[in-house]
C-alpha cells in the first residue's frame, strides 16, 4: 500500500485519497489513476482559474465517469456562477452533485441554497432545504435571514423554532437575523432571554442587533441597558445606541453619546457620522453639520453618507453649501436627487427645484414617489397651478407612479394656497383615498389665508370627527373668526378647548450663538439678555418705522387695544431672536432662526425691512420651509 501511495503525486492525492475519488470503484482508480486524476486536476484548475465553460465542461467529463471532485472545488464554482449569473450552469452543478446517488456534504447543499436564494428562485432554495438530509446552523440561518430578508417575519420565527426543535442551537448570526423578524417588544424580549441563556448577550453583533431592534420598537430604555450592560464597547455597539436615539427623535443624545464615544478613543466611520448628521439635521445644527462634514471627506465616495450630507444642508437651510456638496458628488442616485430637488423648493427656490428635475430625467435618473412629492411641492409653494396638474396627472402615464396620499397632500396645498378652494373641496371629495386629518389641516389653513369661514368650519369637523383632541384645528378655527371679528364665536371654540383640556401652543423660536442654543417664547423675559434685546428691539422698531413699517395688527387674535396689540406684536418669539442675533453674531454670518409655528404676516415684514436697513441675511425656518431674507426681500417672494 506505501509502494502504490508513492507512485501517486500530491496534487492527485488530495484528489483521489479524500475520499479516493468519491467513486464506487476503487480498485480501479488504483489500477489506473492518471485519466481519472487528469480529469480532477483540469477541473480543480478550471474552477480555480474561474473558466466557466472549460469548468462546465470538464465537469460533464466526471459526469460520464461517475466520479465527483472535492466539495471546495463545486464550492468555488458554484460562488463562479453566482458572480456571472450563471443560472443553468448553477442547475447543472446540482444536478451533478447528486447524479447516481451521491451525497455532498452538507456545506455544499448550504452552497447551493445561497446560489438559489441570490438568483432569486426561493422556491428551489427551499425545495432543496426541505430535502436535506442533515441541516446545520449554516443551513437554519441562511434560511432564517431569507425569510427576514423578505418581511416575512412569522415564517422566520416559525423555523427558529423548527431548528431548536431539531436539536439545531441558534448561533450569533442565527439571533442577529432573527432579532429583526420580531412583531413586538414581547417576541423580542423572549428572544433576549433564550439568548442570555446561551451566553450569547455578550456578542457584538448580537448586542448590536439588540439595540437596533429596541430602537425600532422606542424601547430606547431596555436598548441602552443592552448597551451599558457590558464594560467593553465595540464601534459596532456605539453606531447601533447612536443610530438608535437618532431613529427615536432624540438628537440630543445621540450627540452626547458620539462625545462618549470620541473620548473612549474610537474613531468615527461611514455608519457614525450618517447617523450624527442625521442628529444634526433633526436639530437643525448647520455649525456642527459642517464639522462633521470634514469627517466625511475621508468617506468620499460613500453615497449613503453624501445623501445625508446633503439632506442635512438642505434641511437647515444653506443652499449654497446643499449645492456644492450636490456638484461634488461622485455618485448619485435617485435619493441624491430627490433631496436636491425637496431642498431647492423648501427653500424657496422652486423654478430652480423644476429645471433639477428635467436635468435628472434627462440624466436617465428614473423619478420614484418621493421626487414627484418634492415636485408637487415646488409647485404649491410657487402657485404653479398648471404645472402642477401635469406633473400630478402624468406621474402614472410617465413614470409608472401610482399616486399616494402626499401627492394629494400636496395637490390640495396647491389649490388652497392659489385661493382655488372650490377646486380644492371638489379634489378632496374626488381622491381615491379617504381625506385623513393631514388633508382637511391642509384645507383649512388655506381657508384661514383667504378668509372663507364657511368652509373653514367644514374642514374643522372633519378634522374633529378624525381627531376630537386636534387643538391645532381648534386654533386655526379660533384664528379664522377672530380675523373675521367674531369673538363670541372665538369664545365658544375656547370654552370647547377648555371642556377637553386642550391648549395652545406657544410660539417658540431659538437661535444658534457660540454653539448654544437661545430659545425664545413669546412674551416671554426670562433670558438673561431679555432687557437689552428688548433695548434692540425697540431700536429696531423705530428705525423701520421710519420707512414706513405700520405694525399689522391683524395678526393680534384677541379682542384687545390698539396700543395692547402693537405691544402683542412686539414680542413674538422670532422679533425676540432676531434682535438677539444681531447683537450677538457677526456681521458676515446670516441670522438663523427655527420657529415651532408659521411665521405670522408682521414678522415676515419685520424681518424684510430689517435685513434691508441692517444690511444682514436673515434666514426662519417655519415646520414646512425656509424664508431667506436679504436686502428687504424674501425668498418665498410673499406667497407662502
Known amino acids: 500500500m506505501k509502494s502504490l501511495l508513492k507512485s501517486i503525486t500530491p496534487l492527485s492525492f488530495s484528489r483521489i485519497a479524500s475520499p479516493l475519488l468519491y467513486s464506487s470503484s476503487i480498485s480501479l482508480q488504483i489500477q489506473n489513476p492518471t485519466p481519472l486524476s487528469t480529469l480532477i486536476d483540469d477541473f480543480t484548475r478550471f474552477c480555480y482559474q474561474k473558466d466557466l465553460p472549460k469548468a462546465i465542461n470538464a465537469m460533464d467529463s466526471l459526469q460520464k465517469h461517475g466520479i465527483w471532485a472535492d466539495p471546495i472545488s463545486y464550492s468555488t464554482l458554484i460562488k463562479c456562477c453566482i458572480d456571472s449569473g450563471a443560472i443553468e450552469q448553477g442547475k447543472l452543478i446540482h444536478r451533478h452533485v447528486f447524479s447516481n446517488g451521491h451525497e455532498p456534504k452538507t456545506f455544499l447543499i448550504n452552497n447551493l441554497i445561497n446560489m438559489y436564494l441570490r438568483f432569486g428562485l426561493f422556491n428551489d432554495a427551499c425545495k432543496l432545504f426541505d430535502e436535506m438530509p442533515e441541516r446545520n446552523v449554516v ?89 451599558s450592560e457590558m464594560v467593553t464597547y465595540d464601534l459596532i455597539v456605539w453606531n447601533s445606541i447612536i443610530g438608535g436615539f437618532v431613529q427615536n427623535n432624540d438628537g440630543h443624545e445621540a450627540l452626547n453619546l458620539f462625545k462618549r464615544m470620541k473620548k473612549a478613543g474610537f474613531q468615527a ?68 436627487w430627490s433631496t436636491m430637488i425637496a431642498g431647492l423648493a423648501q427653500n424657496g427656490q422652486s423654478r430652480q427645484a423644476l429645471e433639477l428635475f428635467e436635468s435628472m430625467k434627462a440624466s436617465g435618473m428614473k423619478p420614484n414617489y418621493i421626487t414627484v412629492v418634492g415636485v408637487l411641492f415646488a409647485c404649491s409653494h410657487a402657485g404653479l397651478v398648471e404645472d402642477g396638474w401635469y406633473y400630478f396627472r402624468s406621474m402614472k402615464r410617465l413614470y409608472d407612479i401610482e399616486p399616494g396620499r402626499e401627492h394629494y397632500g400636496c395637490m390640495v ?189 408682521d414678522c415676515h415684514t419685520f424681518a424684510k425691512l430689517v435685513s434691508k436697513m441692517e444690511c444682514r441675511n436673515i434666514v426662519i425656518r417655519d415646520p414646512i420651509r425656509f424664508h431667506h431674507f436679504k436686502d428687504g426681500t424674501c425668498s418665498c417672494t410673499d406667497y407662502w
Open 139 to 227: 443551513s437554519w440561518t441562511t434560511m432564517i435571514t431569507t425569510f427576514t430578508n423578505s418581511k416575512r417575519g412569522e415564517e422566520a420565527l416559525k423555523l427558529l423554532i423548527l431548528m431548536v426543535r431539531e436539536g439545531v442551537m441558534p448561533n450569533m448570526y442565527t439571533f442577529s437575523s432573527v432579532l429583526r423578524a420580531c412583531d413586538g417588544l414581547s417576541t423580542l424580549q423572549q428572544l433576549h432571554c433564550s439568548m442570555i441563556k446561551r451566553g450569547l448577550e455578550s456578542d457584538v453583533f448580537v448586542r448590536s442587533a439588540l439595540i437596533d431592534i429596541y430602537a425600532k420598537w422606542g424601547n430606547l430604555d431596555d436598548g441602552f441597558r443592552v448597551f
Open 269 to 336: 466611520n461611514q455608519g457614525t457620522l450618517t447617523s450624527v448628521l442625521r442628529a444634526c439635521t433633526g436639530l437643525v445644527l448647520l455649525e456642527l453639520g459642517r464639522q462633521v462634514h470634514a469627517h466625511v471627506l475621508k468617506f468620499e465616495r460613500d453615497l449613503i453618507l453624501n445623501n445625508a450630507l446633503l439632506d442635512m444642508y438642505c434641511k437647515c437651510g444653506s443652499l449654497e453649501d446643499a449645492e456644492s456638496a450636490f456638484k461634488r458628488m461622485s455618485e448619485r442616485d435617485v435619493i441624491s
Open 413 to 601: 396645498d396647491l389649490l388652497g394656497r392659489a385661493g382655488q378652494l372650490d377646486e380644492a373641496i371638489r379634489f378632496i371629495h374626488e381622491m381615491e383615498y379617504a381625506p385623513d386629518s393631514v388633508t382637511w389641516r391642509t384645507l383649512l389653513g388655506a381657508c384661514r389665508v383667504h378668509h372663507n369661514v364657511k368652509l373653514a368650519v367644514y374642514a374643522a369637523k372633519r378634522i374633529l370627527e378624525l381627531e376630537p383632541n386636534d387643538e391645532g384645528a381648534y386654533i386655526l378655527l379660533s384664528n379664522i373668526y377672530a380675523n373675521s371679528w367674531r369673538w363670541d364665536d372665538v369664545e365658544d371654540v375656547r370654552k370647547a378647548m377648555r371642556r377637553r383640556g386642550l391648549k395652545k401652543e406657544p410660539g417658540r423660536s431659538w437661535i444658534e450663538v457660540d454653539k448654544q442654543i437661545h430659545a425664545f417664547v413669546v412674551g416671554d423675559r426670562s433670558h438673561p439678555q431679555i432687557d437689552d434685546i428688548s433695548k434692540e428691539l425697540s431700536r429696531l422698531i423705530q428705525r423701520i418705522m421710519d420707512v414706513g413699517y405700520v405694525p399689522d395688527t391683524n395678526f393680534v387674535l384677541h379682542d384687545l387695544e390698539k396700543e395692547q396689540k402693537e405691544d402683542s406684536l412686539r414680542y413674538h418669539s422670532e422679533k425676540l431672536a432676531m434682535a438677539f442675533g444681531l447683537m450677538n453674531s457677526a456681521k458676515e454670518k446670516p441670522i438663523r432662526i427655527m420657529k415651532n409655528l408659521r411665521i405670522c404676516g
